[in-house]
Each structure stands twice: as C-alpha cells, then as structure tokens.
C-alpha cells in the first residue's frame, strides 16, 4: 500500500457536521463600566472581519496535509489511484460473489457498485458509517427508525415514527382502492409517463402494471406528479417528477436519527479562503454531479410494497401503478440513505486524495490549488468511476476561477488576497424578473405562489451584497400565511406593500450589487466607531419629545455629533402605534450614515446600537413588522451602493456615549467631557427618501425611481468591482431569525 493513515491526512473524529448556528440574540464584544471604558476598548476591538476564514475539521486535515506534500501532492494522488486500481482487480472474483448474493431487486440498482472495493477504501479512510455497504448489498430501509450514520450530530431528542409499521400497513391497504379511484390525469403525463419507461430498462422501477394484479394485504400506493422547474440548460423544460409520500403516510411510517446539514456555496468560500491563505496560491474550483442520484440507491425488499405509484399511459383516464426498486424523490428514507453515499463518497475524496470535496445532495465541488487542479481532476474522477457510481457528463466542468453553483455564479481572485465574487447568475435574474412581471401584470398573487417565490428570492439573496433584499420579502412572508381572501374582486389581489416589494425586487435583480468576500486582511487596522441612539419621552404640553443622536469616531481625528428631532411627516409614515422607538433607533442609524457618508463611504466600520430589536433588524436586513423591514432594506442599500463592510453590536444604554446628544439640558456637556474637541455636526438627510421607504408609497414608479437613486453606479464599473462582505457576518444571523 502506498500509504498508510499515518502518512495521508490525519483522522478527524466525527460527528463531521456542525448545525447552522440560529443567533437570535444580539452581542456585546465586552463589558464596560462607564462611557470612557466602552469608548477605549471599542477602539482597542479588532473588527470581526480581520478574523481569519476557517472551515470543518476534515478539511483543515486536508489542506494542512497538502502544506506538507506541497510539488509532491500531484505524484502522492498518482500513486494512491495506481494502488486503488490494483486493489480493484485483485477484488473482482468478490465483488462477482457479492453481486450474486444480492436480492434481484437490489441487483438490478446496485450490481454494477465495486462494493468490496468501496468497503476497503471506507475502512482506510476511518468512515464511521459501517452499515453502509450492508445496505448496498440487501437496500435501504424506507420505512421506521432509520439507522444513525455517524457522520451528521444526532436529532434531540431522539425521534421515533408517528405511525408503527403494522399501523401504517392497515391504513395503507385501506386507502389503496381510494387514492386510485380518486387519481386523475394532470399536466405533465406524456413527461411523466416517458420517465418511467426510460427507467425500467435499469431497474430503477418495475414496468406499470394493472392495480388488480397486485395481490396481498401489505400494498401502499403513492400519487405521482410533475413538478415544472422551468427550463434545462438546453432549453427544454424541466420537469421533476415527485412521490407524494407524506400523503401515503409513508414518511409519516419514518424517523430519522441524523439531523442533516447540508453544505452551501458559504462553505466553498470559506474552504477556498482557507486553502489559498495556507498555500499562498490562487485557487479553482471545478464541480460534478452524481447521475439519478437517489436511483443508484437501492430500496429493501421488506419495504418495497411501500413503493408503488400511480401513473397514466397517455390518453388513459384509469391509473396503472409502477413499483420502485431505487429511493424515489418524496420520501424521507431516499434522503437520508442518500446523504450516507453522498457522504461517504465525499470522505473518500478528502482522506484517499486529499481532494477538497464537498456537495450539496448530488451537487458535488472540488477546490484545488491552481498547481494541483488538474491531478485532483482526474483522480477525483477515476475514483468515483472505480466503484462504480455514474457521474453526469454534461454537468462536469473543468478547473477554473469561476463557475455556476447552486445557482450563483461564483468567481476567485487571480491572486492570493484578491476578493471572491459572488452574484445572481443572468439566467437566473432574467427568470425571476420574468415571474415578478407576470404577478405585477396579473395583479394577483397566491398564499401558495408567494411561498414559492419568496423562496427564490430569497435564495437569490444570497448572491446579493449582504442582507440587501432581505426586508423585500416581509410582503411575500405575509401574503404566504394570510388564510382570508378578499370578499370583492379577483381572489388573492395585490395590496400596496407587496405590490411596492415586487417592484423593489425587480429594481434590486435588475440594478442589485454582487457580494464580494473579502480576505480577512481587508478589515484589520483601526476602523471608524459608530454610536447611534434615540429618545422617546413625554412631552410636557402633550404628546412626545422624540430625538436621534449619533457619535462618530473616525481613526485619527477628532469625535463628531450630532442631534436632531424628526419630522412629523416620517412619524405619520411608520405603522400606527402608541411608541416608535423601535422605528427611530433604525432610522436614526441611517441619519447618521447619510450625514457623515463622506467620512464612512467605502470603509470597514462597527456600529454601537442599544435598542435590540433595532440592531436585529438592521444586522438582518429583516422584520416581522413591515416598516422596520422596509427601513432595513433601506440601510443594506445604502451599505451596497457605496461598498461598506459595517458589523453591529449591542451597547447598554448606560454606557451608549450616543445617550448624550438626545439628552438637551446636559447632553452636550457630558459629552464635552469626554471628547473636548469634538465637532458638532447638523445632520444631513434626505427625509423624503426615508418616508417613502418607511411608507411604500407612490406606486410603481417612485418604487423604481428610489432604487435607482440608491443604486446610480449598479450597471458602471464601480459596482461590477464588487462590495465588500461579510462571511462570518452572514453565520451570526441566519435566514430564520425573525422568519414567520
């Protein structure tokens, strides 16, 4: 053997996976005792973004390993593949043996698998998972508690099925006669009908019988349906084919152990960043794709009764019914005996190459060093083509610095140091600003068809400078969980805030930012200080006194203040209710920006906020309350169009320095007290922009208009640069902090 664990990259102990962390709260960096303390160990707090990207265990293994090879690496991967290769041949006279045992059914899914070879390779690399080839050999469990693969953290507590098996079987036979008198053909059955054919030929599913001939008292049938997922690459539609299992009760039949942690474009970047900062070279990233995916996964035979579907030759009015024999898309087993292959291959890459592998389901990435993309590519490759999984061709890309993932078009640096791109792909923006239109043009919009889009939208985000969007989708959320349609008119009509929403969206595909991953080195240094606060107090002749006051502390220079009490008119645009301060602390955070733009425009700066609510709202880009939503969508594009890096903590209100210049009668002296060359400024705001965000009013036109004025460089040089983000940023605060 070639090597041996001791010489390739060292073991890491599982679990693998760690949980998104959900950060409901809002930090403080430190505690402080008065005002001066907070103000010095603010200054003496390194910005979060100077700190150093780092990824899972596994992969810093690997990358640190690839330090120790360095030139050799390529020859390392050569000689590990001349040795699997060996091992393979020497195997065959078992794998034979093994295919011959094998149920039919299983045989006809998994026969062509290298499998004594792939539980070599598994016992080598350590995989913990050790059910697995004994599940390639006899199939996967569908149904009841699915066995814990080691590899992801377990679910607490531990789940168990909502219905017992013997349950599940009784109702099943029950509903048999039922869900196929009850079937009808929908769209899609020439599509639906063609993929079966083409399936049976491998044995993925059995041929479409008549439901008569299907004797016996254990016997579930499931609907099958079309799924429209737009168009291929080839333009073609795309249509997936999807197993209603929860209304079958067969997911209901099941429990799985691992909580699955799927990784995400977040993920490359963080291990790219990882792997140029140790070897000091510019990195690729090449991708592939598994074919079928969950059709190389074969079910057992005690659970296929479970797996019969419904469907319709063309121009038939009565269903026939098909029986899978591979894990079908819609049940949870497919999902999770998937993610065990999935997983397993993706160990196998890390330990036996030292490849940087990961996937998200089927979706496989591979980052190299540009000196060593190419071995990486081919061992990779034969690897896979060594056990026997099918890769899908078309959908395998060769090494380079940029490339479509997830949906997202992501680009590296040419050199080392150089900031990532991240951005919505133009198929991508041109479909959904095509959806967008066709609602606005409708004037109609779903609960059910809001969900989906805010979906996409949101997904789409994530190609976005920071949160920008974000607070877009508050409209959608609400529609997508209002249950009473309106008495007059068409069902489900447009109101103003999501009408106003859509057209942002539109504005924010057509104009948006990219987001840009800077190195950490980008925000080291001293960076400028921002302090914001407001006030909310009865005033004496009725009513309230309501004032904003901010302290800027820019590096070198002397502070600088300000205060101002707000207009009436942007009171009257916030929702109605009895106290604002919520609204004021966020709005005086955008004052204060649009006063002092000169001196932060472009910069890496933190920001001091006392009300929670406020700093969750502007870290998010996100509220369960519409104006705070709107007015935080407002502040992420203000921050994309002039390329900042801001990072916000939480301050107590007793040492917030920013509490002075909303106090009148002695503010100002205090204040004096600890800065005594500080610099009064008049604030600078443009408060009409400020109402029409707050109201979501002047609609369409003012809706586009005021996105074209926050964003005036989004088709120009400047923005195609790219604006500085937010990695680690994006982990404090996930998409489901304030989500309904």
Not at 623 to 649: E, F, H, T, V
């Amino acid at each position: 053997m070639p090597t041996d664990a001791t010489y390739g990259p060292r073991h890491t102990d599982p679990p693998y996976h760690t949980p998104p962390f959900r950060d409901r709260a809002v930090h403080e960096p430190f505690q402080a005792t008065s005002c001066r303390d907070h103000v010095r160990k603010a200054r003496r707090e390194p910005h979060p973004l100077a700190t150093p990207t780092t990824t899972e265990g596994r992969y810093r293994s690997v990358i640190a390993f690839q330090q120790r090879k360095g030139a050799q690496l390529p020859a390392w991967r050569r000689a590990q593949m001349r040795y699997w290769r060996k091992r393979a041949k020497e195997l065959e006279p078992l794998r034979r043996k093994w295919r011959a045992e094998m149920p039919p059914t299983v045989r006809k899914v998994a026969g062509h698998l290298h499998l004594p070879l792939l539980e070599e390779m598994l016992a080598h690399a350590g995989y913990p998972d050790t059910q697995l080839i004994q599940h390639l050999r006899k199939g996967f469990p569908v149904m009841g508690t699915l066995p814990a693969s080691g590899v992801y953290p377990l679910e607490d507590p531990a789940p168990t099925p909502e219905l017992h098996e013997r349950e599940f079987w009784r109702k099943a036979a029950a509903d048999w006669p039922r869900t196929l008198a009850a079937e009808r053909p929908g769209e899609f059955v020439e599509h639906l009908w063609k993929k079966v054919q083409e399936e049976v030929p491998d044995g993925c599913i059995e041929p479409p019988t008549d439901p008569s001939t299907i004797r016996g008292r254990k016997k579930c049938v499931t609907r099958r349906f079309g799924k429209d997922e737009g168009l291929k690459a080839d333009g073609t539609p795309k249509i997936r084919c999807v197993d209603d299992y929860t209304a079958s009760r067969v997911n209901a039949a099941t429990a799985a152990q691992d909580r699955i942690v799927l990784q995400t474009l977040d993920n490359a970047v963080a291990m790219a960043r990882c792997l140029e900062n140790a070897l000091q070279k510019p990195v690729y990233i090449w991708k592939t794709d598994h074919k079928g995916a969950y059709r190389q996964v074969p079910v057992m035979p005690a659970h296929l009764q479970a797996m019969y579907i419904t469907i319709f030759r063309p121009g038939a009015t009565r269903p026939q019914v098909a029986r899978h024999a591979a894990m079908p898309f819609g049940a949870v087993g497919a999902v999770h005996g998937y993610q065990r292959v999935s997983e397993a291959m993706t160990h196998l890459g890390l330990y036996l190459l030292a490849v940087l592998v990961q996937h998200y389901v089927d979706d496989f990435w591979i980052v190299d060093t540009v000196p060593n993309a190419p071995s990486g590519h081919r061992a990779y490759r034969e690897l896979m083509k060594l056990v026997g999984f099918q890769l899908e061709e078309s959908k395998t890309t060769s090494p380079a610095a940029q490339i479509e993932l997830l949906g997202l078009g992501l680009q590296f640096g040419a050199a080392p140091g150089d900031p990532y791109r991240v951005r919505v792909t133009p198929a991508r923006r041109k479909k959904l600003r095509t959806m967008i239109r066709e609602v606005l043009r409708a004037g109609v919009l779903s609960p059910g068809e809001a969900g989906k889009l805010a979906g996409r939208l949101g997904f789409a985000a994530g190609g976005l400078f920071g949160r920008v969007g974000r607070g877009y989708l508050r409209a959608l959320y609400n529609r997508q969980h209002d249950t009473e349609p309106k008495p007059e008119g068409p069902r489900w009509p447009l109101d103003p805030p999501l009408e106003h929403a859509l057209h942002w969206w539109d504005a924010l595909l057509r104009l948006g930012p990219p987001r840009a991953v800077q190195p950490p080195q980008a925000a080291q240094g001293a960076t400028p200080i921002l302090y914001t606060d407001a006030s909310e107090e009865p005033a004496p002749g009725g009513g309230w006194d309501r004032i904003m006051g901010a302290v800027l502390l820019m590096p070198g220079q002397p502070a600088r203040a300000f205060s101002i009490r707000p207009p009436r008119k942007l009171i009257d645009a916030l929702a109605p209710r009895q106290r604002h301060i919520m609204d004021l602390e966020l709005i005086t955070l955008l004052v204060a920006y649009m006063t002092w733009r000169h001196l932060l425009k472009g910069t890496t700066y933190s920001v001091y906020i006392d009300n929670d609510a406020a700093n969750r709202a502007a870290t998010t880009g996100f509220s369960r309350r519409d104006d705070l939503a709107r007015l935080a969508a407002l502040w992420w594009m203000i921050q994309a169009r002039d390329g900042n890096a801001p990072w916000l903590w939480r301050v107590p209100s007793e040492v917030n320095p920013a509490d002075w210049p909303t106090r009148p009668d002695d503010g100002w002296s205090k204040l004096k007290a600890l800065f005594p060359d500080y610099i009064r400024d008049t604030a600078d705001v443009d408060w009409p922009a400020l109402i029409a965000a707050a109201q979501a009013a002047d609609l369409p036109a003012a809706a586009v208009a005021l996105g074209q004025d926050l964003l005036p460089h989004a088709a120009k040089e400047e923005l195609e640069k790219g604006v500085d983000v937010l990695a680690p940023h994006e982990a404090r605060y996930e998409d489901e902090d304030d989500h309904p």
